[in-house]
């Protein structure tokens, strides 16, 4: 009798674990839209760096796996084989002006899945968000526009309403909102805002978190007018919202380095620095130096670095206002190479295409200034790619390929996992907090957006030159968007938009 009760409680156990064994047994054997086989896996989060396959459905990893996963691999599915290529997780671009469709076809194909518009930001936000639905081919996502919100506080309300709605009358197309109002506007970056306008200046920056910016964009070297106590006001208001500004600092240089540093601790603002290169110049050290203490110290303050010795603005700007050689490092008017025909300018070229109008090139970095920028652990990769232009500045369609290709293996300034975990998962987690999806992207594990580039370590390479201008990275092989293939064997695949908006937060 006693060894019948254990016979029956044994097949009793047996029987309870059936459905537990059918369920893993139905997990197992999923089936996937797309497996990538037998490549090199680099996931930064986990340290993961192996042979493995990926298995993908409805837009996510489902699976990475030491075994092979094309047996599971649906009817009508896509085996991708990977022998030989590194499989990343897309590359994030925090700083993106380039947001057009051609802009987003030289960003795919040099590895970016996510561009983001988030130095000097847009306005109005959710109509730009919603004019890009399902019309680019990568992830799109901007901040609110300090610019835009300091502007439109000088106004009446009559005026501001009106200005509005040329904003988004002219959403696509800024050369008709620009040639009505730009010399307003213009006018308006060098007026200091009074005490009440600070109030309307809030409302207008709370209409953008609201609206879905990903924090606030703060470029007040092109606003004169805002002063030191405008861009505390900025920062005390994205402390009290929990959100976060992307700042380009006043001047090149060390004080207004400290500035925002100061801003960012006695507010408790999160702060992004952008292109630190570009603001630093010879005081690279001691400005990475500044950012590093704070970080040590606890301060919620981050850094990026694009990897070109020269610069890009509008030649229109206040950048380029009395003393902008001195402030630019000593340059002289030969450092300068218009976009238009790429041509170096000299003192009547530059004072009559000021007065057109246009972008200009830049050279005024040192390469050893980059390199150390890049070999700094918590400097994040971003491109801040200009808006298309036949001769716009290679960073707009060579970036990332040049970091892996030229710093990477070339000169070996940094490691492949280093520089790829400052394309994806640094970007990513340095975003979550204003933009949650970002949770999902910039890894490569199970239940992560299938955001992933697959490229050749041994070739990849930036083409763009600022002699030839823009052309297409090489060695990129495949990228993936949301599960969706955009680029094939290193080719585009036109007509497909799987790239969704990038929403903040404060979303209402």
Known sequence: MKINRIFYLVLLLNILSIPTTFAQAAENNEEFDIVISNGRVIDPETSLDAIRDVGIQGGSIIEVSAESLAGRLVAGGELIDANGLVVSPGFIDMHAHGQSQTSAN???????????????????????????????????????????????????????????????????????????????????????????????????????????????????????????????????????????????????????????????????????????????????????????????RGFNISTEAYPYTAASTGLGSALFDEGWQEEMGGISFEDLQWVATGERLNAETFRSYREIGGAVIIHMMEEEWIGRALSEPFVIVASDGMQFAPGAHPRSAGTFSRVLGRYVREREVLSLNEAIGKMTIMPAQRLEPVAPVMA?????????????????????????????????????????????????????????????????VGLQ
């Open 106 to 296: 030289y960003l795919v194909h040099d590895g970016v899945t996510t561009a983001l518009e988030l130095e000097g930001g847009v306005y109005p936000v959710r109509e730009w968000l919603a004019s890009r639905e399902n019309k680019r081919p990568i992830n799109f996502g901007t901040s609110m526009a300090q610019g835009d919100a300091r502007s439109l506080a000088q106004f009446s309300v009559e005026d501001r309403i009106e200005l509005e709605d040329a904003y988004r009358s002219s959403i696509d197309n800024l050369d008709v909102f620009l040639a009505q109002y730009g010399n307003l506007l213009s006018e308006s970056n060098y007026a200091e805002l009074t005490l009440d306008q600070y109030i309307v200046m809030r409302e207008e920056l709370l209409k953008g978190l609201r609206s879905g910016a990903i924090g606030i964009g703060l470029a007040h070297q092109y606003t004169p007018g805002a002063n030191e106590q405008e861009v505390y006001e900025v920062f005390d208001f994205a402390a009290e919202q929990d959100s976060m500004i992307f700042s380009h600092v006043r001047e090149s240089g060390i004080s207004a380095m400290q500035e925002v540093i100061s801003n960012s601790i006695l507010t408790g603002a999160a702060l992004h620095i952008v292109h630190v290169n570009s603001m630093a110049l010879g005081d690279i050290d001691f400005i990475l130096s500044l950012i590093r203490s704070a970080r040590q």
């Open 440 to 504: 999902n992207k910039g890894r490569l594990q199970e239940n992560a957006d299938a955001d992933i580039t697959i490229f050749d370590p041994e070739r990849i390479i930036d083409t763009a030159t600022f002699e030839e201008g823009l052309s297409n990275s090489i060695g990129i092989e495949y990228v993936l968007v949301g599960g969706t293939i955009v680029i094939r064997g290193g080719e585009l695949i036109e007509g497909v938009f799987p790239g969704k908006a990038i929403y903040g």
